[in-house]
């Protein structure tokens, strides 16, 4: 991981969409800080294309889409994305699952929260589940003290085990039925809302991340970026970004931002 601060002047003047994580990628243990959301807005005014890219729940992304200043929000690792299209005063929703499927899907993920909760002591269902449409959210760090990282691996097996995928972020453990992650959701947004093909993809969006539920997005973005904090999972990650920013979580966001903005003259 490079040095954010080396990414070549050429490549941040070539970023028109900035995708980035939520969870400890903007938001500071659990805080939404001014000056991370400053950084959001400021690269939205500026005319980047902004699309938070998350596993927070539906219910957090009809808010996100909604009110804050991004152009679509791609949550629940992949389930979907949400567009508000302001002048329209319309929410525009993509599924990968058909509703059929989700309610099928929401039995069989019923059947490994019960074994989950029965198995691993100390993990909880995630707070925000009641909210959620897709996936479930089991909870190692958030609401509840950290678990060991061997308890965090039994979770993850479980889900396996069923034949769901699974994937763990800074918090949770996210698990769903369904072959979709964070990357294949945000091709689906990019190329139906924006009219990016995967080569114009590639060429011009820069993803910011800061665990393991961000890997798939890392491998496939040359610009992908890590906050500090990534270092942390770094041992558990075959895809490493391609850069590391100097500061933490928000910080780290705010720096990417600051970056882009004075390479664009902003
Ligand atoms: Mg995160």
Redesign the pocket.
Known sequence: MTPLSQLPLEAARSVRVVLT?????VTTEGILTAKAYGALEQLHRAGFIVIPVTGRPAGWCDHIARMWPVDAVVGENGAFYFRYDRERKTMEQRFWAIPEELKQNRMRLDAVEREVLATVPGCALASDQAYRLADLAIDFCEDVPALPEAEVDRIVSIFEKAGAQAKV??IHVNGWFGDYNKLSMAKTLLADVFGLDWEQARKTVVYA???P??EPMFEAFPMSIGVANIQAFAHRLKHKPAYIANGHSGDGFAELAGLLLRARGA
Do not use: F, L, R
């Open positions: 994580d939520i969870d400890d990628t972020s800074s991340g800061d665990s539920n961000d």
